[in-house]
């Protein structure tokens, strides 16, 4: 069954940067649109960055582009997020899904722990 391991989250300054990862088995990312949401404490879950399957497409939510940037190692069949110039808004939690690209929802209903970014002002 899919499965889907967060971490590199943390507590950070404003202005700082994290490097997230995303362990999946059960699954082949190559395969599949991967990509990160993340919720904030009373917000509905949100889209943040999509990395196509054949890896040489990415986009990303308006209010993080030219600050954070996607990847993949399919040797690790591991997706990460680098996240720079953190903002207190950037708050939350975030999980890898894949991605219906398009509407930019998630593909699987399976949904991971997630992991804990904290940015402080």
């Known amino acids: 069954q899919v499965q889907l391991v967060e971490s590199g989250g943390g507590l950070v300054q404003a202005g700082g940067s994290l490097r997230l990862s995303c362990a999946a088995s059960?699954?082949?990312?190559?395969?599949?649109?991967m990509g990160w949401f993340r919720q904030a404490p009373g917000k509905e879950r949100e889209f943040v960055a999509v990395?196509?399957?054949?890896?040489?497409?990415?986009y990303y939510v308006d209010s993080v582009k030219g600050r954070f940037a996607i990847s993949r190692d399919l040797a690790k069949n591991t997706v990460y997020l680098q996240m720079n110039s953190l903002k207190p808004e950037d708050t939350a939690v975030y999980y890898c899904?894949?991605?219906?690209?398009?509407?930019?929802?998630?593909?699987?209903?399976?949904w991971g722990q997630g992991t804990q970014v904290t940015v402080s002002s």
């Open positions: 899904n894949g991605v219906l690209l398009g509407n930019y929802i998630p593909l699987f209903s399976y």
């Open positions: 059960g699954l082949t990312i190559s395969n599949y649109a």
């Open positions: 990395i196509g399957s054949l890896g040489g497409y990415k």
